[in-house]
Structures are given as structure tokens and as C-alpha cells.
């Protein structure tokens, strides 16, 4: 496989699921906010992976998707520590 992927293709493999599992299943009834993470970065790390094993390039769609991903769960995961650690550490009643 030589020939350069839909651009539309390689923006909603490594971007646009991502954010939507992000999104819609990263709540504690879903997937939860680590396995959220993991999932939407497989997405991008999945693509670019078979894009350098077939072109021998690296991808900047999956480059960027990956490092979107990274920012956004990231973010999301220190804040969703901050308010766990505030709410541990306030102690019983």
C-alpha cells in the first residue's frame, strides 16, 4: 500500500472517534476516564502504525491526533484527580 489514504478517512480515524469516545464513554457508567483514554489512543497510535509499516513515513494526521488526544485526556484525568483528591482528602462526615 503506496498510495497516500483519504484525507476524510485519516480525520475521523484519528480525530474525530477519539474525541467522541473521549466525549460519550469516559463517565463512570461507561468506560471511565483512563480506559476512555486508552481507547481513543489506540485509534490514532493503530493508524499511524500501519502507515509507517506501509509507507515507511510517519503520518502527521496520527501524529496530531495522538498528541489532540494526549492534551485533551490528560487534562481531563488531572482534573478529574484534582476533584478526587480534594474529596479524599476532606476526611469522614
Known amino acids: ?7 476524510l478517512i485519516e480525520l475521523l480515524v484519528t480525530l474525530i472517534i477519539p474525541s467522541l469516545i473521549l466525549m460519550k464513554l469516559s463517565g463512570p457508567a461507561d468506560l471511565g ?27 502527521l494526521f496520527a501524529a496530531l491526533g495522538l498528541v489532540s488526544i494526549l492534551l485533551t485526556g490528560g487534562i481531563g484525568l488531572l482534573q478529574t484527580g484534582h476533584a478526587m483528591a480534594g474529596h479524599q482528602g476532606s476526611g469522614p462526615g
Open 1 to 7: 500500500m503506496t498510495d497516500k489514504p483519504n484525507p
Open 33 to 59: 476516564a483512563v480506559n476512555a483514554l486508552l481507547l481513543a489512543l489506540a485509534f490514532p497510535l493503530a493508524w499511524g502504525a500501519r502507515d509507517l509499516l506501509a509507507r515507511r513515513k510517519l503520518n
